[in-house]
């Protein structure tokens, strides 16, 4: 029998996508929240992801495969005429790409806290993906209450993020000398089809985070962040040994390490990073270092921005909101 295909599984299947309807995807992307839905009860849909590995069933990765090849379904009759006539293509690009969701827009939160810490920085990002985050200091922010330009003038996005009272936002950028990330698999901002799956990963209906996206590609391209392909399990202590010794090392992750779905890699990691003479700055959903959040009343809509171990902010998984602690 195929993994996926017991009644337990599918019931386990159809459980998370309609969590995923109800926490990520409601008041951000309504047609998401429809088609997680509409996935959670056809059993059409489960059959298919039924037949995939465990680590290609995510919702984000089904609907943008299915976009990419099908275009934007409208109704559910729709998506199930683009899933039938269409399904040996869209597994195959679920087989082929992964959720690289590279959301520069993160840097509205990562920025505050990496202006704080002593300078100059050496910045190490792990599961980078096309390495967009890796230029916190190229991009403008728009915090309501402050704002910073980008420093190259227009054409680099503009973030918007609602910070509240409590967070210290910076009046210049950190003083970044060195920069490297590290990802299974890095696209390559200079590839069509790489960048055509990083747009197709934007949530529908969010055609300002697209642009911004975009802008962000651009300005990448003119100073192209390294990323070298590896797995941050094994591959991180090489790429720390190439920081410059004179820069203060700081190793950042957001939204990767929920895909370490192994807890004791995901605590190998984090005795590392405590091990180490660096700065250790985590951003993800609450739930992947359950230590960082076990004083907090738990929000499972944000992720925890987390320093060398300590939660310092709730933040928006794209970037959207800093509530500072
Ligand atoms: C959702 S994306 C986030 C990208 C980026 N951190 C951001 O916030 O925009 C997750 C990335 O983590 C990478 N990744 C997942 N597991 C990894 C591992 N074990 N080692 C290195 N990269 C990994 C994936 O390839 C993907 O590009």
């Not at 939204?255 to 605590?267: E, F, G, I, M, N």
Request: net charge negative; aromatic share 8%; proline share 9%.
């Amino acid at each position: 029998m195929r993994p996926g295909a017991t009644p337990a599984a599918r019931s386990a299947l159809a459980e998370r996508y309609l969590r995923f309807a109800r926490v990520e995807a409601e008041g951000h992307s309504p047609l998401y929240t429809d088609w997680a839905r509409h996935v959670a009860g056809s059993a059409r849909a489960l059959a298919f992801l039924g037949d995939l590995q465990p680590d290609r069933r995510q919702p984000n990765l089904f609907f943008a495969a299915l976009r990419l090849v099908g275009g934007l379904p409208r109704t559910e009759a729709a998506f199930d005429d683009i899933l039938t006539r269409e399904g040996d293509a869209i597994a195959a690009v679920m087989r082929a790409r992964r959720t690289q969701t590279n959301e520069p827009g993160r840097c509205a939160c990562l920025l505050p806290l990496l202006a704080r810490l002593d300078g100059p920085l050496a910045l190490i990002e792990v599961g980078a993906s096309a390495g967009l985050c890796l230029l916190p200091d190229h991009y403008g922010y728009d915090w309501g209450r402050a704002r910073l330009d980008p420093p190259g003038g227009s054409g680099a996005p503009v973030f918007p993020c609602r910070a509240n009272a409590r967070a210290p936002l910076p009046e210049s950028y950190p003083d970044i000398v060195w920069r490297a990330g590290l990802d299974l698999s890095p696209p390559d901002l200079g590839d069509a089809g790489d960048v055509a799956w990083l747009e197709a990963l934007v949530w529908p209906e969010q055609t300002d985070r697209l642009a911004r996206l975009r802008q962000a590609v651009a300005v990448a391209r003119q100073a192209p962040p390294p990323v070298v392909a590896g797995d941050l399990t094994r591959d991180l202590e090489a790429l720390i040994a190439q920081a410059p010794a004179d820069a203060r090392l700081v190793v950042m992750h957001s939204a990767v390490l929920t895909y370490v779905s192994d807890p004791d890699a995901r605590a190998d990691f984090a005795r590392l990073m405590r091990s180490r003479d660096l700065h250790w700055i985590s951003n993800e959903a609450p739930g992947v270092f359950p230590d960082h959040a076990k004083r907090l009343t738990p929000r499972e809509d944000m992720f925890l921005m987390a320093l060398d171990g300590h939660p310092v902010a709730w933040t928006g998984p794209h970037g959207q909101s800093l509530d500072w602690l």
